[in-house]
C-alpha cells in the first residue's frame, strides 16, 4: 500500500510539474506571492491599527515595530526557501541531463514550495480581514486548509 501511495504521490508530483513546465508557471506564480506578500504585510498594519482603535490604552494592541520586522524577516525566509528549492531542481534535472535521462520539466520542488507559501499568504489575508471585522466564508478557509494539507503531504 504505501508503495501505491508513493507512486501515486510520484505521478500527481511529475504531472504537475509537467503542465507548470509547459505553462511557465513558476514565473507567474513567484510574481503572485510577491504581490500576496505585499498585500499580507499592509492588511497586517491595517488590521493592527484596527485592534488598537477598538482596545486604546492596551499595548497588546496595536502596531508593533518588533512584528512587523519578524514579519519581513519570515517574508525573506520564504523567497530564500524558493531559491533552494529551485537550485535543487536545476542540480537533479542537470545531473539527470549528464547521465542522459532528459526530463520535459525542470521545475518541481521550486513551484511545489511556492504553491504552499501562496497558500500561506491567501490564509493569512484572510486572518487579517477577520481581524479587521470581515465575515469570512468557512468554505474559502477550508478549501485553502485542504490544499495545504495536500502539498503537506507531498
Request: contains cysteine; proline residues 2%; aromatic residues 8%.
Amino acid at each position: 500500500m504505501e508503495k501505491r501511495t508513493l507512486l501515486l504521490k510520484g505521478a500527481i508530483v511529475g504531472i504537475s510539474s509537467l503542465i507548470s513546465n509547459w505553462l511557465k508557471l513558476i514565473g507567474p506564480a513567484i510574481g503572485l506571492l510577491v504581490i500576496l506578500m505585499v498585500v499580507d504585510y499592509i492588511s497586517g498594519m491595517l488590521a493592527s491599527k484596527k485592534e488598537a482603535i477598538e482596545h486604546p490604552g492596551d499595548s497588546s494592541f496595536g502596531w508593533s515595530s518588533r512584528k512587523s520586522i519578524l514579519g519581513i524577516y519570515k517574508k525573506i525566509g520564504y523567497v530564500l526557501t524558493i531559491f533552494a528549492a529551485v537550485c535543487t531542481d536545476y542540480l537533479i534535472f542537470r545531473l539527470l541531463e549528464e547521465i542522459g535521462v532528459t526530463y520535459q520539466t525542470n521545475t518541481l520542488f521550486g513551484l511545489l514550495v511556492t504553491i504552499w507559501f501562496i497558500i500561506n499568504e491567501l490564509l493569512s489575508l484572510l486572518e487579517n480581514a477577520g481581524r479587521m471585522g470581515v465575515k469570512l466564508p468557512e468554505s474559502l478557509k477550508k478549501v485553502l486548509s485542504i490544499l495545504q494539507d495536500e502539498i503537506n503531504k507531498k
